[in-house]
């Protein structure tokens, strides 16, 4: 949590590329312009990927439930658990951060049903509802997305290009 | 849910373009509406109608870059509205997005065959609508053609009126309020289009006796007056078309010619396709869309 929730702008005088790795119920922002964000293990979760070119501001989310009316003191203390209290306080720290709504190029992964076999819950079909939701609220589109299905994907963000990568059963592709 | 990618391409040349959202559900229209405001078109006006008649009263009046259309509405569908406005010469080369819950595909080929630009099944995701969109209004649109409209009139004023003019800075004038026939004619061929005029009534009947080579009666004034703004567009509009066109064979629309208002003057002349023109101390508008 301590090295995601940082903000990167104090390593700026870094010479080596940083990795910060974004952990499950967690987010991320960065105005390095340089390095990259990381999540590993999307199933069911949902993972976003954010970036403003012309602000040089990135930002990464990993959510794993829809709600944070299921449990409004956990989302307090750590928004990124859900989806709509992850997005909102992710948005919320880039807009500080210089980013401009107009610029952001919004990129999403995960939201699978292999973490819920029976399916009952459907948590990932659920995410990505809600997702689209708070974007819909919030008048934002999404530019990419590899989203269903029942695999697990690691989702890389380059903070110099903007360029977003899954990887998934090995294989790593341009988002 | 599958793997999509969905470019975009931000558009910030060209005209701003005016929208036409028809849909008897007032929800589809304003989500429609929401999407198109997200998309960051450069964008002039969206217009609503909740069915086909409505659609067509405000294609009468207003020019129309883009048409979003639903299928099944009462009073007037979505198809009959495509009909048309393929029987009309202004309206022909209009695109149209159909936006309906269609999914055969049989009838979908059909809806392209008749000239539909592209079919968006219902319920959309907002980024289908605005990738549509950019796709038509990303083509390169023709710029205005303040340049042909003052070639043309140096070229008919003096032999059809006996006048010369001088072209002014339109989105510079003053609010007009004076009485002023209001004339427009839709043209097609290489170039489509409408051509429109506001021309103040003491000039057109200036306009008339020039033609006439004398004073006309009281009586018939007005009449004269609004025959001659009308062959004043017409002769205009054959003069622009071969003009733009080089030459190529056009159809004209007969003109249609009747009073405008301080409210038409303030729209016309702030268009960026509007040229104004001082004729004999009268000021008069003439707008040329063209697609």
Redesign the interface.
Known sequence: MMSADTNLKSRRQCAVPTRTIVGISELAVSTVGSGTLVTHSLGSCMGVSIHDPVAHVGGMLHAMMPLSAADPERARTKPGMYVDSGMTTLLERMFALGATKRNLVIRVAGGASNMDSDSVFRIGERNYTVLRKILWKNALFIQSEDVGGSKSRTMTLDLATGETTIKSNGVMRPL | ????????TSSEVGNPVNILIVDDSDIIRRMIA?TI????LPLSSIHEAANGREALSVLDRTWIDVVLADLNMPIMGGLELLDRTREDAALRDIPVIVVSTESCEERVDELEKRGVHAVVRKPFR??QI?DVLLSITDRERPAARTDALGRAVDEVLPLLTFMNAIQLDAASLAPSSQTMMHARMGFSGSVSGILSALVPFSLARTMSENALGEPSSSKDADMIAGDTVGELLNTLAGTVVSDLGNGAAFDLAPPEVGTGSATDWADMQVQPTCAAFEVEGHTMLLNLNVR
Request: proline content about 6%; cysteine-free; overall charge negative.
């Open positions: 849910m599958t793997n999509t990618t969905l470019e975009m929401r405001e997200m998309s960051g907002p980024e605005r």
